[in-house]
C-alpha cells in the first residue's frame, strides 16, 4: 500500500501508564503525538507569557538577565528563589551553557533539571554540587556525565529526586555513590547497559524510595533481590528488562504498598505472577508482551485494587477470562492481540468502571460487543483488526459516553457509521480501513465535536468532504489514500481553522489547489506524498502564510 497508508497503533491508557509498542502488520504514516507540544517560545510569547497571561515583574527581570547573562559572574548573593527563577528560564529557553552555569555556583538552588540540555559533563558537576544540602531534585539524563561526576554528589545528603537516563558512561562504580543518599525517595535511571546486579546491591540503602525506574536496563538480572526490603515503594518500572524472570518476582512479593508495576516485556510467566498475590494495593500492572496465558487470570483476580491492567500480545484466551469479573474497579484493559472471542467477552460485563478497553487485534466480533454495550462510563474504544461489522454498531449506539473510537476494520460500511449517530460526544473516530463512501461521510457531520478523524479507505470523493466542513473542532484530519480526491476538497478543508495535521497523501491535489490551505495558519504536518504537489511549491506556501508549518512530505 506504500508507506503513506500504513499504520503504527501506539495507545495510551490511564496516563503514562498502559502503553504498549504497535503491531506488526501496519503502522501509522507519522505520529501526532509530536504535534501535542507546544512550538519554541518566539519574541512575542515570550512578551505575553506564553499564555496570553502577562509576566511577573521578577519573570520579566530573570528574561532580561537571560539575554545579558555574560555580563553577570555569580548570583550567591541573591536570594535563593531569584537564582532558582533566573536559571529555571535559562533552562527553558535552551540558553544555559557552562560559562554561565558557573554563575550559580554557591547559590543554594533546590532543583537543577537538566534532561533537555545539551554539553552536559562531568565539570559541570562541580557547580551542581555546590549546592549541597540545599539541593533536592537533579535530573542529568541524556549528559555525559561519568561515574566521577556523578560522585561530587557526594555532599548533596538532603538529594530526594535523582535521574540520569540515558547516561551511557555510570556504571555500578557510580552507583555506590547512592548509599549516602539515603533521603532520596524518586530514583531513575532509565537505558543503562552498564548497571549490573553487583550495582543494585547499593539499592538496599535506599529505605525512603518510593519510585523507582529501571526500564531497558538489561544487567539487572537476579538484582531485584536487593529492593525486597524498600517497602515504601509505590512504584516500580522494570519494562524491558531483557531476562527478567520469575526467580526475581521472589523479591517484589513483600512489597506491599507497591501500587504501579511495570513488567512488560520480561520472561514473566504464570508463575511469577503468582507472587503478586499479595500486592493488595497495587492499581496499575502492565504485563504487555509477558509469557502469561489465562492461567495467571486467577492470580490477578485477587488484586482487587486494580484500575490499569495491560495485557497486550499475551497469551489470554477465553478460558480464565471470567476471573476478570472481580477487578470491579477496572478502569483501563488492554487486551490487544489476545486470543478471545466472543465468549470471553463475558467476564467484562460487569465492569462498570470501565473508561478504557482495547480490543484491537483480537477474534472478537459482533455479538461479543453485547457483552459491553452496559458500560455507561466507557471512553475509549479500540475495535481496530477485529471481526467486528456493521451489525456490531447498534450496540455501541447507547455508550454515549464514548469519547474516542477505532473501526479501523474493512467490515465496517455506510451502514454501521449510520447507526452511531447518537455518539455526539465523540472527539477521536478512527475509520481507516473502513470502506466508508460519501453518504457514510455525510453521517460523520453528527460528530460536532471530532478533533481528529481518519477516513483512508480509498472511497471518498470531493462530494464527501463536503460533508465535514462544519466539523470546526477538527485538529487533526487523515483522508490519505483517497485517490478521487483533488484541489476541490482543499476548497472544503481551507475552512478548518483549528487544523495542526493534514495527510492527503495519494490524492490528486495538485500545486494549484495549495493556496486553499494559506487560512490554516496553526498547521504545522501536511503529508501529500504520492499527490501532484512538488516540494517547492510546498515550500513558497511554507514560507508565504504557513510560519508554524515544521513537517511536510510533497508528492
Not at 495485557?311 to 477487578?327: H, K, M, P, Q, V
Not at 471512553?379 to 477505532?406: A, C, R
Not at 478523524?453 to 470523493?461: N, P, W
Not at 481551507?494 to 494559506?518: D, Q
Amino acid at each position: 500500500m506504500g508507506a503513506s497508508c500504513s499504520r503504527r497503533r501506539d495507545t495510551q491508557a490511564g496516563g503514562d501508564l498502559l502503553r504498549k509498542a504497535g503491531s506488526k502488520k501496519y503502522g501509522k504514516s507519522a505520529s501526532w503525538k509530536w504535534l501535542l507540544y507546544p512550538s519554541p517560545r518566539s519574541s512575542s510569547a515570550e512578551l505575553n507569557g506564553g499564555d496570553g497571561i502577562s509576566p511577573s515583574l521578577m519573570e520579566l527581570c530573570a528574561r532580561r538577565i537571560r539575554q545579558d547573562i555574560k555580563l553577570y559572574r555569580s548570583f550567591s548573593m541573591l536570594p535563593r528563589d531569584i537564582s532558582q527563577l533566573i536559571f529555571n528560564e535559562l533552562v527553558e529557553s535552551h540558553s544555559l551553557m557552562e560559562s554561565s552555569l558557573e554563575a550559580f555556583r554557591d547559590c543554594a538552588i533546590q532543583d537543577i533539571l537538566l534532561g533537555e540540555c545539551i554539553g552536559v559533563k562531568d565539570s559541570w558537576m562541580e557547580t551542581i554540587s555546590s549546592q549541597g544540602e540545599s539541593l533536592l531534585s537533579l535530573d542529568i539524563s541524556g549528559s555525559d556525565v561519568t561515574d566521577d561526576g556523578l560522585n561530587l554528589l557526594g555532599d548533596c545528603v538532603r538529594l530526594q529526586m535523582l535521574s540520569f537516563d540515558d547516561c551511557e558512561q555510570i556504571s555500578d562504580c557510580g552507583i555506590r555513590l547512592l548509599s549516602r543518599l539515603s533521603n532520596l525517595t524518586c530514583l531513575s535511571l532509565k537505558r543503562n547497559d552498564g548497571i549490573t546486579k553487583e550495582g543494585m546491591k547499593t539499592f538496599a540503602d535506599l529505605i525512603n524510595l518510593e519510585n523507582l525506574d529501571l526500564e531497558k536496563c538489561p544487567r539487572i538480572h537476579g538484582g531485584l533481590i536487593y529492593i525486597k526490603g524498600l517497602t515504601k515503594l509505590v512504584s516500580l518500572n522494570i519494562k524491558c528488562c531483557n531476562r527478567i524472570s520469575d526467580e526475581d518476582m521472589k523479591a517484589l512479593s513483600g512489597l506491599t504498598n507497591l501500587s504501579k508495576l511495570d513488567l512488560s516485556y520480561n520472561k514473566v510467566t504464570d508463575a511469577g505472577i503468582a507472587y503478586l498475590e499479595g500486592l493488595s494495593k497495587l492499581n496499575t500492572l502492565n504485563l504487555a508482551g509477558c509469557h502469561v496465558t489465562a492461567a495467571s487470570l486467577g492470580s490477578i483476580s485477587v488484586l482487587t485494587e486494580l484500575s490499569c491492567l495491560n495485557l497486550y500480545r499475551c497469551a489470554i484466551s477465553d478460558e480464565g477470562c471470567e476471573n476478570l469479573a472481580s477487578l470491579v474497579l477496572l478502569e483501563d484493559l488492554i487486551l490487544d492481540s489476545c486470543k478471545i472471542t466472543n465468549e470471553g467477552m463475558v467476564g467484562l460485563k460487569g465492569l462498570l468502571l470501565l473508561k478504557t478497553l482495547d480490543l484491537s487485534d483480537t477474534d472478537v466480533g459482533s455479538a461479543g460487543l453485547h457483552y459491553i454495550s452496559g458500560l455507561c462510563h466507557l471512553e475509549t474504544l479500540n475495535l481496530g483488526f477485529t471481526l467486528v461489522s456493521d451489525s456490531g454498531m447498534n450496540k455501541l449506539s447507547g455508550i454515549v459516553s464514548l469519547k474516542s473510537l477505532n473501526l479501523d476494520a474493512r467490515q465496517i460500511t455506510d451502514v454501521g457509521i449510520s447507526s452511531l449517530t447518537s455518539l455526539t460526544g465523540l472527539t477521536h473516530l478512527d475509520l481507516f480501513q473502513a470502506r466508508v463512501t460519501d453518504f457514510g461521510m455525510s453521517h460523520i457531520r453528527c460528530f460536532k465535536e471530532l478533533q481528529s478523524l481518519e477516513v483512508c479507505g480509498g472511497l471518498i470523493t470531493d462530494a464527501g468532504v463536503k460533508h465535514i466542513k462544519s466539523l470546526l473542532s477538527l485538529t487533526h484530519l487523515n483522508m490519505s489514500q483517497n485517490s478521487a480526491l483533488t484541489d476541490k476538497a482543499l476548497q472544503y478543508i481551507s475552512g478548518l481553522t483549528g487544523l495542526v495535521s493534514l495527510n492527503l497523501s495519494g490524492t490528486r491535489v495538485t500545486n494549484a489547489g495549495l493556496r486553499h490551505l494559506k487560512p490554516l495558519k496553526l498547521l504545522r504536518s501536511l503529508h501529500l506524498d504520492a499527490s501532484g504537489v512538488s516540494v517547492t511549491e510546498m515550500k513558497k506556501l511554507q514560507l508565504a502564510a504557513l510560519p508554524n508549518l515544521i513537517s511536510i512530505r510533497p508528492g
